[in-house]
């Protein structure tokens, strides 16, 4: 304290009350840590009684999602705790005999389980692209998840070729956010095709944050399933009509913006021109970039 230029002592009961965060300076967008509510002595006792029963709960709950046929998931959640509201009406399964390509769901992140969720809402596997998921769960996942190379050409001849085999999601954002904000949505998926649909997604976690900036991501859907009743709501907007899309001679970041100013004003929430790399940045003092892990040959590393 003696070589600060300045020095702020908290006393141990402080004598005034916590500023509310609509009367902050900023709003807080980026946060990490698991847990929902500030831990108060009762609440970190309920807490550690509640983990050992949480996490059967959840590995009970993943494995409902990972081994019952998707049309039978949403209503094992159902009678597993976790509620799913359906709003709106979803566009009709591609069918392969018309030629047509699938339709490009757009979602807003909340956390990994977005397109686990979308499928469980339309009945029916729904293919998801993702920039960067666990080992473990890409291993649990009830649905076909496809990474991301972050190389443009590679990744728009990857999506175009997912889409003639059928539906497709895709979460814009890069990553999740867990305020009522919205990251800038890339525009790479407006350039692929003008069969889009967006998808406002919101989901409620009372005690444990399914989202992570600095920890494990493989425990994600544990902790959120780890929540007593959590909840989710998938809310399918309107296909965008032709003249909002490439087709028409709109940019694709003219569409990417519509799209993530439709999915806010659905959901009551702002835009932002916030990326992964910004959240990453924030919390865990990295771009959010997972690089590859080096291939070495058999035998030649000492302990292979």
């Given at each position: ?13 402080p ?22 509510q ?82 469980a ?26 990474r991301?190379?972050?190389?443009r ?43 889009i ?15 992570t ?33 490439c ?53 030649k590393?000492?302990?292979?």
């Amino acid at each position: 304290m003696s070589q600060a230029q300045e020095g702020y002592v908290v006393p141990h009961k402080p004598d005034r009350e916590a500023v509310a965060r609509d009367k902050l300076p900023k709003p807080i967008v980026f946060h990490d840590g698991r847990l929902v509510q500030k831990p108060t002595p009762l609440l970190a006792l309920l807490i550690i009684l509640w983990i050992p029963v949480g996490f059967l709960l959840a590995c009970l709950r993943i494995a409902a999602g990972a081994l019952l046929p998707m049309r039978l998931v949403y209503h094992a959640f159902w009678a597993l705790g976790i509620r799913i509201t359906v709003r709106g009406v979803p566009p009709p399964p591609a069918e392969k005999s018309l030629a047509r390509s699938g339709v490009l769901f757009i979602c807003s992140h909340r956390t990994l389980l977005d397109p686990i969720f979308l499928s469980a809402a339309l009945g029916r596997p729904i293919a998801a692209v993702t920039y960067s998921v666990s080992r473990l769960s890409e291993f649990l996942s009830p649905i076909k998840t496809v990474r991301l190379t972050r190389d443009r050409a590679r990744d728009a001849a990857m999506i175009k070729k997912l889409l003639e085999e059928g539906d497709l999601v895709v979460c814009p954002e890069g990553t999740t956010c867990r305020e009522p904000f919205l990251l800038r949505f890339s525009a790479l998926f407006a350039e692929l095709t003008d069969q889009i649909v967006p998808v406002a997604m919101a989901n409620r976690m009372s005690m444990f944050h399914g989202t992570t900036a600095r920890g494990w991501k493989g425990m994600d859907p544990f902790y959120f399933f780890m929540n007593p009743s959590p909840a989710y709501e998938v809310m399918f907007l309107n296909k965008l009509p032709p003249e909002l899309t490439c087709s028409a001679g709109k940019s694709s970041h003219d569409v990417a913006n519509y799209t993530q100013r439709l999915i806010a004003a659905t959901l009551s929430y702002q835009c932002t021109s916030f990326t992964r790399k910004d959240k990453y940045k924030a919390l865990a003092g990295n771009d959010g970039t997972v690089g590859e892990k080096p291939k070495f040959e058999k035998g030649k590393v000492m302990g292979c």
